[in-house]
């Protein structure tokens, strides 16, 4: 589904990413972990069309999409939810769930997504005329998911879904990915909180200063001394 | 983010539509010379300042070259009388053609580069002004330094026969920028354009054309700068450089606009009102430096206080929850 080869990215004169290669099989969940500044969301951002690439190839189901715009992303069925949700706060739930459909592509691949998403979530359906800045920062991170899967997306981008929830949202947030997952969506998820990411991805890869130091399963990864040692500060 | 088809959309453009015919039946008819000429300016300043949110407002991309669109349109139509025996529609679509135009070359290269936003976006339309108006100054079709007289081009024409049809064009493009307006507050274009003010990145991200919507709404919002400027010409009777681009046209402009609110596609019209009526009873004090000291106060009382502008501090009435109300914006 998605292969990336050789990827480089720069910010001026620094390397954020140097020579990242890695394949997600279609219907499969892939996590990329590493610690803060490893270079995930640089990768995410990348893959996304936000970030100019300096060399490498990005492949979408054998299509090279490396140069194509980011707003041509949902077109191709790519769909994100950013770090730190990103919504647009001075709108209204549905506003922000609709904007998910607002390539024409996506709302020809999916005209019930907004029910879809509601489905999903459904206090978001009580609050659908509630403003997203004034809502807890859980129920944001549910309007972010909502938003990337109303367009019914072939590869969904997830990055820090996590990131400043309490532990009881995580749980709820993670349970949620799970049940995207197993609805056949492609998942790639750049996640700090590497037990739990790792715990439901049939594949992991471990990220850092800008490369890709280790990869496996994701059994294989959480039972790595390597990676346990150092990022999860167990000895 | 409704749609065309929306019952509310088209109650609203109902609403506008039968002030405008009141407007245009009872001033005429009942007003004073003065009530009149009153009306037109009054109008003017909102087709400007609706044209200005339509842009600037929706997309936080804050222009200061609004009046220099104004101004083309001004001396388009000026060259049009001067130079042909054209009617005044003639006039009317060259003053907003030739805005737009400017608004195009100006759009295409600058918001080609994300480098060009924010503050700088700003300071590329003040330099914009400053080379129209060297332009203008300069080129002898156009004015080349001496003014225009239009009276004297436009006599015995319908247009320029009386202040009364100036009003009643000024009403009409007045309803075409509302309703360009209202269009955005509640269709796909409008949260599109909000939604690159808010995160333009993320935006982009979820297959908005960023550049295709800042391009095509800035050249709107100035092709209907443009086609106020065409009454306008003729009202002034004379176009002069200093006047038709003086820095204050694009400032009372964002004035009337912050006061107003962006939070609602009416707010630059209540901003409009408020500043030309606050402007005209300040007259009877015979100071216009005491005039414009207590202009800024009250823009700075307003800002204080209503951070969205009054349109922003009047609830909605259709129940969009909101629980903190500092939390606001998008015009709908």
């Known amino acids: ?235 | 983010m409704n749609d065309l088809r929306d019952l509310a959309l088209w109650r609203q453009f109902a609403a506008v539509a039968g002030c405008a015919v009141v407007a245009v039946v009872a001033v005429p008819a009942f007003g004073s010379d003065f009530v009149i000429a009153f009306g037109f300016q009054f109008v003017t300043w909102i087709v400007l300042a609706l044209s200005w949110g339509l842009f600037s407002g929706n997309t936080g991309y804050a222009s200061f070259g609004h009046g220099v669109f104004f101004g083309i349109g001004t001396y388009a139509a000026a060259a049009v009388f001067r130079h042909s025996d054209a009617p005044f529609v003639v006039a009317l679509l060259v003053a907003g053609l030739a805005a737009g135009a400017l608004a195009l070359v100006v759009g295409l290269a600058v918001f080609a580069s994300s480098r060009f936003s924010g503050d700088l976006f700003g300071l590329i339309t003040l330099a914009m002004a400053f080379i129209v108006v060297t332009v203008v100054s300069n080129v002898a079709f156009l004015d080349g330094g001496t003014g225009v007289f239009v009276r004297e081009h436009v006599v015995g024409s319908w247009a320029g026969s009386s202040t009364r049809h100036l009003f009643v064009i000024a009403v009409g493009l007045a309803v075409l920028t509302a309703g360009v307006a209202i269009a955005t507050s509640s269709t796909r274009w409008g949260a599109a354009l909000r939604s690159i003010r808010d995160d333009e990145q993320v935006a982009e991200s979820l297959g908005v054309p960023t550049y295709r919507y800042k391009v095509l709404t800035f050249v709107v919002s100035a092709a209907l700068a443009g086609l106020a400027g065409a009454p306008q010409a003729i009202y002034l009777g004379y176009v002069e450089v200093g006047a038709v681009f003086s820095l204050n046209i694009p400032l009372l402009v964002i004035m009337m606009t912050i006061l107003g609110g962006i939070t609602r596609w009416w707010g630059p019209l209540i901003g409009a009102a408020s500043v030309v009526i606050l402007r005209e009873a300040l007259l009877d004090l015979g100071s216009p430096e005491l005039s414009q000291i207590i202009l800024g106060g009250a823009l700075v009382v307003v800002i204080a206080l209503l951070p969205h502008g009054v349109s922003g501090a009047i609830p909605r009435r259709w129940g969009t929850r909101r629980r903190t109300p500092a939390l606001e914006g998008g015009a709908r």
């Open chain 1, 1 to 235: 589904m998605l292969e990336v080869r050789d990827l480089v990215v720069n910010y001026g004169e620094a390397a954020a990413l140097r020579g990242v290669s890695l394949h997600v099989a279609a219907g499969t969940t892939a996590s990329l972990i590493g610690s803060n500044g490893a270079g995930k969301s640089t990768l995410v951002k990348a893959l996304l069309g936000m970030q100019p690439v300096a060399s490498g190839q990005i492949l979408l189901e054998g299509e090279d999409i490396t140069r194509r715009s980011a707003a041509d992303r949902p077109a191709l069925g790519m769909a994100i939810a950013p770090e730190g949700r990103r919504l647009f706060k001075e709108m209204t739930v549905r506003d922000n769930l609709r904007l998910g459909l607002h390539h024409p592509a996506a709302r020809r691949r999916s005209d019930d997504g907004i029910e879809l998403a509601l489905d999903l979530f459904p206090i978001l359906r009580k609050r659908s005329r509630q403003l997203c800045g004034t809502m807890s920062g859980g129920e944001q991170q549910m309007v972010a998911l909502g938003r990337a899967l109303v367009s019914r997306p072939r590869l969904l981008v997830l990055d820090e879904p996590s990131l400043g929830l309490a532990p009881i949202v995580v749980a709820q947030v993670f349970d949620v990915i799970e049940t995207i997952a197993a609805q056949d969506v492609t998942v790639l998820l750049a996640e700090q909180n590497m037990h739990r990411a790792l715990g439901l991805s049939e594949h992991g890869y471990v990220l850092a200063d800008g490369q890709i130091v280790l990869e496996g399963t994701g059994e294989e990864l959480l039972r790595s001394d390597r990676v346990r040692s150092a990022y999860l500060g167990e000895q």
